[in-house]
C-alpha cells in the first residue's frame, strides 16, 4: 500500500473541488485533488449542465467573482462560451447565465490545476479513514486496483454527497416535516434546432407546449428549458426529474436508468411537438446524472431560510449569492421559485463551511449548513465556486498554521479572498 503526505487534501474533482483545490495551492499549500472519473468538473461536465447561473443579483449587481470568474473568461479565450448573458424564464424572471462547452471546460480545469501545482488523482474511489481523536488523519483510496493512503494536515470534502465526511462520524441535518429532497436530472443534447424558431416562441407557447409534454407523460416538469452549446445549433435540456437518495448506491442505479428512459421520451417529444426542433434528435446523454440534493452538513451554524430571504449580515461571510430559492418537488411537474428582490444578494459565514466536532475539515460545495430551503438557493455552482474559494483558502491557512477549523480567522481570510478578486459581502 502506497502512502503520500499532503497538506491540503480536496475530495471529489467537481467545479467547487477544483476551486478550492486552486485557492489552497495558490495559497501555498501542497495541495493533492481526488477524483473518481477521469476528468475534472462534476456536474459541470459529467452532469452536462452546461451553464452557471447565479451571479448577479436581478437589477446586474455581481455577487461572485474570483477563481470562478477566471474560469469563465479562460472558456471565453478558448472560444467555448459567449460569457456573461442574461434570458427570461417562463416565471418572468431575468436571469443571468454563462453557457459553455462542457468537452472544453475540462481541458480549462486541467490547465489550471497543472499551472497552480496541484497534485490530480483521477481514478480515486474514496474507501474509507481514519480519525485521531477529533482529527482526520487518514485518507484510503483505491485507484485503478492500487490501494493508496494520503495523509492529509487538513481535508476539504468537496464530493457533494459528503462521503468523507460521513466516514469521519460527522452530523448532517434531516429533512422537517412536509420536506423531500429535491429530485435529480439526467441532462441530454438535443439538435439540430432552429433557434429562430425556437428563441421566438412566446411564453404562453412554451407553457401550452409543456403542459402537452406533460399530459401526454413525455415531458417529467413542465419545462422546455435549455442550455445551447456555444457555436452549434444543439442544446443541453434540463427537463427531467428523478427521485433518488444519491447516497443509496441501488437507489442511485435504478435512477440512472429512469434518467436515460425519461431524456429519450422527452426527447422524441421535442422532435415531434415543438417549432423548430423537428430534424433533431437526441446526441448525447450526461455521463451521470445531475444531482441536486442530498446530505447537508450540520456546521456550525446552519443558514436559514430566513438569513437568505433578509439578506442576514455576518461578521464572518466568505462568500454571497443572489440566485432565488428554487425547489423542484419529488413529485409532480411544477416549480417553486421564489425571487428575491430586485437587487436582493444574500452571504454565507465560514461557519456553514465547518463541521462540529472534526477539527481538520471544511465543505466546498453545495453540501454546506444550510436550512433544505436556504439549500435551494446556494446549491448553484457560481455560488459553491465562491464557497469552495474560501473553502480552499481556509484549509491552506490551517496547513500552515495549525489549530482547529473553528477558530480559523475570519477577518484575515476575508482579506485574503478580497485581495485574490473574490466579492466578499
Not at 495541495?31 to 437589477?59: D, H, K, P
Not at 443509496?248 to 440512472?256: G, H, I, T, W
Request: glycine share 12%.
Amino acid at each position: 500500500m502506497a502512502s503520500l503526505s499532503c497538506q491540503v487534501l480536496v475530495a471529489g474533482g467537481g467545479i467547487g473541488g477544483c476551486v478550492a483545490a486552486l485557492a489552497a495551492a495558490r495559497a501555498g499549500a501542497r495541495t493533492m485533488l481526488i477524483e473518481r472519473l477521469a476528468f475534472l468538473g462534476g456536474s459541470a461536465t459529467a452532469a452536462a449542465v452546461g451553464q452557471f447561473v447565479g451571479w448577479e443579483t436581478a437589477r446586474g449587481r455581481r455577487v461572485v467573482a474570483g477563481i470562478a470568474e477566471e474560469i469563465v473568461q479562460a472558456l471565453v479565450a478558448r472560444g467555448a462560451s459567449p460569457g456573461h448573458a442574461h434570458f427570461v424564464m417562463s416565471t418572468g424572471h431575468r436571469m443571468d447565465r454563462v453557457s459553455y462547452d462542457t468537452e472544453a471546460l475540462k481541458g480549462v480545469l486541467d490547465d489550471l490545476m497543472a499551472a497552480a501545482g496541484v497534485e490530480v488523482l483521477f481514478h480515486a474511489q474514496f474507501i474509507g479513514l481514519e480519525c485521531a481523536g477529533t482529527r482526520i488523519t487518514r485518507c484510503n483510496v483505491m485507484a485503478r486496483g492500487t490501494s493508496i493512503t494520503l495523509l492529509p494536515q487538513v481535508a476539504v470534502d468537496a464530493s457533494g454527497d459528503l462521503e468523507l465526511l460521513a466516514a469521519a462520524g460527522a452530523s448532517f441535518l434531516p429533512l422537517e416535516p412536509g420536506e423531500t429532497m429535491q429530485p435529480a436530472t439526467t441532462m441530454f443534447r438535443f439538435g439540430p434546432i432552429d433557434y429562430a424558431v425556437f428563441d421566438a416562441l412566446t411564453g404562453p407557447e412554451l407553457k401550452a407546449l409543456c403542459e402537452a409534454g406533460v399530459a401526454a407523460g413525455a415531458l417529467p416538469r413542465a419545462a422546455l428549458h435549455q442550455s445551447r452549446v456555444p457555436g452549434g445549433d444543439e442544446g443541453w435540456f434540463n427537463v427531467g426529474r428523478v427521485a433518488v437518495d444519491s447516497t443509496d448506491p441501488f437507489a442511485l442505479s435504478r435512477a440512472e436508468a429512469e434518467g436515460r428512459r425519461q431524456a429519450y421520451a422527452a426527447a422524441a417529444f421535442i422532435a415531434r411537438a415543438v417549432p423548430g426542433c423537428a430534424r433533431g434528435r437526441l446526441t448525447a446523454l450526461a455521463p451521470q446524472l445531475g444531482i441536486r440534493e442530498s446530505r447537508r452538513l450540520c456546521g456550525l451554524y446552519v443558514l436559514s431560510e430566513d438569513d437568505v430571504r433578509r439578506g442576514t449580515r455576518f461578521a464572518d461571510a466568505v462568500a454571497a449569492g443572489a440566485y432565488p430559492i428554487d425547489i423542484h418537488p419529488a413529485q409532480g411537474a411544477g416549480l417553486k421559485f421564489e425571487t428575491l428582490g430586485e437587487d436582493h444578494s444574500y452571504a454565507i459565514p465560514l461557519r456553514c463551511l465547518i463541521p462540529r466536532g472534526i477539527d481538520n475539515a471544511l465543505v466546498a460545495g453545495r453540501g454546506i449548513s444550510a436550512s433544505h430551503t436556504a439549500h435551494a438557493a446556494t446549491r448553484v455552482m457560481p455560488g459553491t465556486m465562491a464557497i469552495a474559494q474560501a473553502a480552499g483558502v481556509a484549509a491552506a491557512w490551517l496547513a500552515q498554521n495549525g489549530g482547529r477549523a473553528c477558530d480559523l480567522p475570519a477577518d484575515e481570510l476575508r482579506r485574503t479572498l478580497a485581495a485574490s478578486g473574490a466579492l466578499v459581502p
